[in-house]
T-cell receptor
Framework: KNQVEQSPQSLIILEGKNCTLQ??????????LRWYKQDTGRGPVSLTIMTFSENTKSNGRYTATLDADTKQSSLHITASQLSDSASYICVVSAKDSNYQLIWGAGTKLIIKP | NAGVTQTPKFQVLKTGQSMTLQCAQDMNHNSMYWYRQDPGMGLRLIYY???????DKGEVPNGYNVSRLNKREFSLRLESAAPSQTSVYFCASSEQGVDTQYFGPGTRLTVL
């Protein structure tokens, strides 16, 4: 069964610190992987998209990595800011499914001043 | 550009009542989606519309119906609401297929 699992479920860090969020997936055949950011009370917003051949992609202070062999991805946030407080969701699409994405449950990140 | 808009933002229903959630996008996207989000779970696809005039079931379609009114608008109807349908509902759109999806602000629905 196609699944996406994220860890940790929640994380609290101090402003200015770095953190790394993890995503493991069992989706096959793999097409691409996205990270979304969801602020409280809002819809998710795309941060990055990675295909099979990409192993690192950056978007400002966010850096996503992908290891297609071990089916793992991580999202690293550098020099965290209060505005980074949100849920971060890993989403994987399969090659044989044109319209359906497999969504992880998300990691809830809280940045404390 | 408003992006994806949803109405209403909040709704409380009694068991057995019906209602329609409205969604519109102004990005000229072909594909539109309805999801529900429950605590501790990933978003689950209810229905999607690959293009104007077509609709298909997603992962959890039971108890829901949809209408793709035109290219801009995609509505979700609950014919007889049940407490298990208490959730946050998101509408999304994409150019097509599994392109990046753009989400509306959500509708928070409570069924008593």
């Amino acid at each position: 069964k196609n699944q996406v699992e994220q860890s940790p479920q929640s994380l609290i860090i101090l402003e200015g610190k770095n953190c790394t969020l993890q995503c493991n997936y069992t989706v096959s055949p793999f097409s691409n992987l996205r990270w979304y950011k969801q602020d409280t009370g809002r819809g998710p917003v795309s941060l990055t998209i990675m295909t099979f051949s990409e192993n690192t992609k950056s978007n400002g202070r966010y850096t996503a990595t992908l290891d297609a062999d071990t089916k793992q991805s991580s999202l690293h946030i550098t020099a965290s800011q209060l505005s980074d407080s949100a849920s971060y969701i890993c989403v994987v699409s399969a090659k044989d499914s044109n319209y359906q994405l497999i969504w992880g449950a998300g990691t809830k990140l809280i940045i404390k001043p | 550009n408003a992006g994806v808009t949803q109405t209403p933002k909040f709704q409380v229903l009694k068991t057995g009542q019906s209602m329609t959630l409205q969604c519109a996008q102004d990005m000229n996207h072909n594909s539109m989606y309805w999801y529900r989000q429950d605590p501790g779970m990933g978003l689950r696809l209810i229905y999607y519309s690959a293009s104007e005039g077509t609709t298909d079931k997603g992962e959890v379609p039971n108890g829901y119906n949809v209408s793709r009114l035109n290219k801009r608008e995609f509505s979700l109807r609950l014919e007889s609401a049940a407490p298990s349908q208490t959730s946050v509902y998101f509408c999304a759109s994409s150019e097509q297929g599994v392109d990046t999806q753009y989400f509306g602000p959500g509708t928070r629905l409570t069924v008593l």
